[in-house]
C-alpha cells in the first residue's frame, strides 16, 4: 500500500516501515511543518477555520479559553476568539454579565506545565525561554476549553504535536479536565497515526474544512 506524504505503514511490530514510531513522527512532524509554511491559500485556509472556529463556539458555555501564540505557519486562533469576547460583551448589554476571557500559555520551567495567562490586544509581551511572545504581568486564569495546536492528527481525535508533552503534562494536573480542541489543516490528516500507551485523545479538532473530530 502506498502511503501520502509524510507517512509511512506499520509493521507487525507496530513500528513503521520508516523507523520506530518516535522516527516516524519526527518525520512526520518536519513534512507537516515544511508544507504548512509553504502554504500558497494560507489566507483563504485561515479564514475558512476562523469561520469553523466561530460557528463551533456559538453554543459553548465557557467564559475563560485558553488558546496559543502561532508559531511556524500555524493557524492563529486569536483573531476568532476576540470576536468572540466581544460577542460576550454585547450579551453582557442585553443579558446576564459574562466576562469572557483569553488565555495564553507559560511554560513553568521546573516541571515544564503550562500556566495561562491573560491575554487581550496590545497586552504586554515579552519572550519566554523559547522565545514565543507570552502576556507579561497579567492575571492566571483556568480555562475550561483549551485550543490546541496540531502539527498532525489521526484517527480517533488523536494529536502530533511537537514531542515536548508540555499539554499532556498540564492536562494531567488539571482538575476539572478542560475540554480539549485541536486546530489545524484537512492536509495534516495523518491516517496511519496510532496512540501510543500515553497519549490521550481530544476532544475534538478543527480544521478549514469543518468538524475533523468527532466524526459526524
Request: proline content about 10%; some cysteine; aromatic content about 12%.
Amino acid at each position: 500500500m502506498d502511503s501520502k506524504p509524510g507517512e509511512s505503514s506499520l509493521n507487525r511490530d507496530g513500528q513503521t516501515a520508516g523507523g520506530t514510531p518516535g522516527e516516524t513522527k519526527a518525520k512526520w512532524r518536519k513534512a507537516m511543518v515544511d508544507k504548512r509554511q509553504a502554504m500558497p491559500d494560507r489566507l483563504w485556509r485561515n479564514d475558512m477555520l476562523q469561520r469553523v472556529m466561530r460557528v463551533w463556539l456559538v453554543n459553548r458555555p465557557d467564559t475563560v479559553i485558553g488558546a496559543y501564540w502561532p508559531i511556524k505557519g500555524e493557524f492563529d486562533p486569536l483573531p476568532a476568539l476576540f470576536r468572540w469576547q466581544e460577542a460576550g460583551l454585547e450579551e453582557d448589554a442585553q443579558s446576564a454579565a459574562r466576562n469572557r476571557r483569553i488565555g495564553l500559555p507559560v511554560v513553568n520551567k521546573i516541571d515544564k506545565t503550562l500556566t495561562f495567562y491573560t491575554w487581550y490586544p496590545g497586552c504586554p509581551m515579552e519572550e519566554d525561554a523559547y522565545g514565543i511572545p507570552k502576556p507579561k504581568d497579567t492575571e492566571v486564569v483556568q480555562p475550561t476549553l483549551i485550543f490546541v495546536p496540531c502539527v498532525g492528527y489521526g484517527p480517533g481525535g488523536y494529536r502530533l504535536g511537537y514531542g515536548g508533552g508540555f499539554y499532556d503534562r498540564t492536562l494531567a494536573t488539571l482538575s476539572p479536565r478542560p475540554f480539549t480542541v485541536g486546530l489545524g489543516y484537512d492536509f495534516a490528516f495523518l491516517s496511519e497515526m496510532r496512540p501510543e500507551p500515553h497519549d490521550v485523545p481530544l476532544d475534538a479538532i478543527l480544521v478549514d474544512t469543518g468538524v475533523a473530530w468527532p466524526v459526524r
